[in-house]
């Protein structure tokens, strides 16, 4: 029995022993996953690149777990950059696309072209669409200031797509005196919005004389040149049902419904013992109101005789006849040739020349009122010393 108690005991010992070593053991595993990693661990950052020891996120779904101790601890960074990426790529908002032009080139009339006095003709820009807006054929070119020309208050651009030119034309008149001429206009979009100003300039030359009903003068020999103002007397002014003014030229309805008609004479005393070689109205000093030209023309130029201007034959008699017919207001610019008969009055006693201005269809009424009235009338005559 000593024997057996013994090694009874020494058993128990052993056990004891081994029980020892493995609590020992397991407390010192649990140490070790509580102990944060030291600086010189390879830990992934917020947003940058994972190291290289640490897998990057594959296709294989993670379990619940998993994702929620990524969102905890900052996650894969890679993941993350991307999702930055793609929140600095913002979609271009062309809400805020300007229109926009640059010029091109002059397709006719560069500047400083002569053109003869009161002559008409045709200037085309070629203009590029620069901005980031198609142009759909409903923009404008309007005119916008300086000399006008008769230029309309607006034209058309064409269609054209973003890169693209295209071409604007705009018909002018150019003015009958003597200068150098500048025009400006601008781009409109059908919002309003103005863009790339375009300008035409010319020089319209001191006219040359070119003799006309009279002998052919010598080489050497030119006309001489006078111009001659309206007279204003008895024979000079407004007329109409209701009475007459001496002081002013006018030509419409006036807003009772009465038609106004102009008288204008020109003394030609200064003319006598002359040649005529050429004689020009100049109609083209003027203000206008409410688009008589849309209402009630055309304006009706004709030479006659009337001693007073508030006499009863100064509406419809003394015709001597017919001058020209106007039916644009841009034939206002334009000189109207009176040289026959100025020419036929220099041998008369009493050299007058006078006309009168009136729209044909001054009968209209209220509803048609309108009116133009000339600041100044001149008689432009070259002509031979005898």
Not at 171 to 188: D, K
Request: aromatic share 6%; proline share 8%.
């Amino acid at each position: 029995m000593p024997g057996k108690t013994r090694s009874t005991r020494i058993g128990l010992v052993l056990l004891i022993i081994v029980a020892l070593a493995a609590i020992a053991c397991n407390m010192a595993s649990c140490g070790a996953s509580a102990t944060p990693p030291t600086a010189t661990e390879e830990t992934p950052s917020q947003g940058g690149e994972p190291p290289g020891d640490i897998p990057t996120a594959t296709n294989t779904p993670e379990s619940s777990a998993d994702t929620g101790d990524a969102g905890e601890d900052g996650g894969d960074g890679g993941d993350e950059t991307e999702v930055e990426e793609e929140e600095e790529e913002e979609p271009v908002d062309t809400s805020e696309c300007n229109w926009d032009a640059d010029f091109v080139s002059d397709v006719t009339i560069p500047d400083d072209t002569e053109i003869a006095p009161g002559a008409t003709f045709v200037k085309t820009w070629r203009i590029k669409n620069s901005g980031c807006q198609n142009w759909p054929g409903s923009a404008i070119m309007v005119f916008d200031h300086g000399d006008r020309m008769g230029s309309p208050d607006w034209v058309a651009i064409p269609a054209a797509n973003v890169g693209m030119n295209a071409d604007v034309s705009v018909n002018l008149t150019a003015p009958t005196t003597p200068g150098t001429y500048q025009g400006y206009f601008q781009c409109q979009s059908p919002d309003g919005i103005r863009f790339c100003q375009v300008y035409v300039q010319i020089v319209v030359p001191e006219p040359t004389p070119t003799p006309t009903n009279t002998p052919e003068p010598t080489e050497e020999a030119e006309p001489e040149s006078m111009t001659i103002p309206v007279t204003y007397n008895n024979r000079t002014g407004d007329i109409s049902t209701g009475g007459c003014d001496h002081s002013r030229i006018r030509a419409g309805i006036a807003g009772a419904g009465n038609a106004i008609r102009g008288l204008a004479a020109f003394d030609l005393d200064d003319l006598e013992d002359t040649e005529i070689v050429s004689a020009s109205l100049l109609l083209n000093d003027y203000d206008d109101d409410d688009d008589p030209f849309d209402k009630i023309a055309p304006l009706r130029v004709e030479q006659v005789e009337v001693a007073n201007s508030c006499g009863p034959d100064a509406m419809a008699s003394g015709d001597v006849g017919d001058i020209a017919d106007i039916a644009t207001e841009g034939g206002l610019s334009s000189p109207v040739d009176v040289t026959d008969e100025v020419a036929d009055l220099i041998d008369d006693s009493e050299r007058w020349f006078q006309i009168r201005l009136s729209f044909r269809e001054d009968d209209e009424g209220s509803a048609s009122a309108s009116m133009v009235e000339w600041d100044s009338i001149s008689l432009v005559v070259e002509y031979f010393e005898d």
